[in-house]
């Protein structure tokens, strides 16, 4: 397989090119691919997301994509993921503080029963579609309570995110499920600004901000709402919050902040949760092990997140000339970190290839590493955790019914079918 496959979104149609990711981590661990350097290696991969001041997330943006025009690129920069400091810590500092032990307590609770629920709803039928019906719901009901966005609203989160990661994928790059007649007055108003595609079905670039009018006209009208109106919802708490030097966060962040839960704290997931199935079906002794052990689930949810890495990869940006793995990088060169290889460096993890859920050390970079480190990682987990035990305490031992499909995305290793199967009791 050619080196470029590596940023070709056809390659991932049909998996994840672990066998080339290996071989070149090996042979040359820092690769010069469509004009950027690929790091492959755990500790390289380490190295660059723990120094920011020489790798920045901010001169050219997180992703793999340069951003259209500069104006694209000034809309990028004001997303905390792809802020540097001062910026990045102020934000997060606050976002951080809002996620109190209570609000976090009162949601792990709420999505226990969420998960039994919805798990519950297919459990008679002795089949479904495990990413579309259960999986796909569950964190939009989750980032619905985060932000207190009426339940009914949350089909737009789903649109949204789809439009955003789907924009390689022609199934998802013009979702529309959310209905005027379905949502709240708020959310119609977000609805009458949705984008329409053209004769050919063009829709304007969802990475900007031009691309995504009804997010934003629903986030800012949100965020005054919040402000006006504050309830005991985590971004209430956030619009509460005052740093030392007295700021808060202003109506414009609030607006950023919201595309960046609803499109990453989504769609992470939304993958994450029938990939880590697949992990499970992977080996059916490991998959008997965890219905005889529930102890054994929260390494599993790590070694799940591992062997399938949800995010394949984040860009930075070299701020100055450095060095990495004996590789001479120049100051704006783009330097590109693959968690799906870094996930299966073998002088890191023992058979890197096999799912084990009882897998201790388990130092996967799924969630980053440094100060961008993803701020929802518990959250996720607790979300994974209450599906899976869901899953084993109502439907027991699943099998595949049918293939499952894969998003076209060289970002997100993403299911967007997922067939099982089981013995109903």
Known sequence: MAVSALVDPETYVTGVPHELLGE??????????????????????????????????????????????????????????????????????????????????ELTDRIRGWAQHLVAAVAGRGECDFAAEIAAD???????????????????????????????????????????????????????VRPVPGPGGELPDPRSRSGMPDLYAYAHALGEHKRRHPGEDVMSNLMRHVDDEGGRVSIEEFENLFWLFSVAGNETLRNGLPGGLLALLSDRRQYRRLLADRSLLPGAVDEMLRWWTPVMHFRRTAAEDTRLSDVDIRAGDKVVVWFSSANRDGTVFAEPDRFDPARTPNEHLSFGHGPHFCLGAQLAKVQMRALFEAVLDQLGEVELAGE?????????????????RWRPV
Not at 141 to 169: C, H, K, M
Not at 181 to 188: G, M, N, S
């Open 404 to 420: 499952p499909v894969r998003l076209r995305s060289n970002f997100q290793n993403g299911v967007k079918s997922l067939p099982i």
């Open 24 to 105: 070149l981590r090996r042979e040359s661990p820092v690769v010069r691919v469509d004009g950027a350097w690929m790091v492959l290696r755990h500790a390289d991969v380490r190295h660059v997301l723990r120094n920011p001041r020489l790798f920045s997330s901010q001169l050219g943006g997180t992703q793999l994509r340069d951003p259209a025009t500069e104006e694209d690129l000034r809309y990028v920069r004001r997303m905390m993921l792809n802020m540097d400091a001062p910026d990045h810590p102020r934000l997060r500092g606050l976002l951080t503080r809002a996620f109190t032990p209570r609000a976090v307590g």
């Open 138 to 192: 569950l964190p939009l009901l989750t980032l619905a309570e985060v932000f207190g966005v009426p339940e009914q609203d949350r089909r737009l989160l789903y649109d949204w995110s789809n439009r955003v990661i789907g924009y390689q994928d022609p199934d998802y790059a013009a979702s529309a499920t959310a209905r005027a007649e379905d949502v709240t007055e708020l959310a119609r108003g977000a609805l009458a």
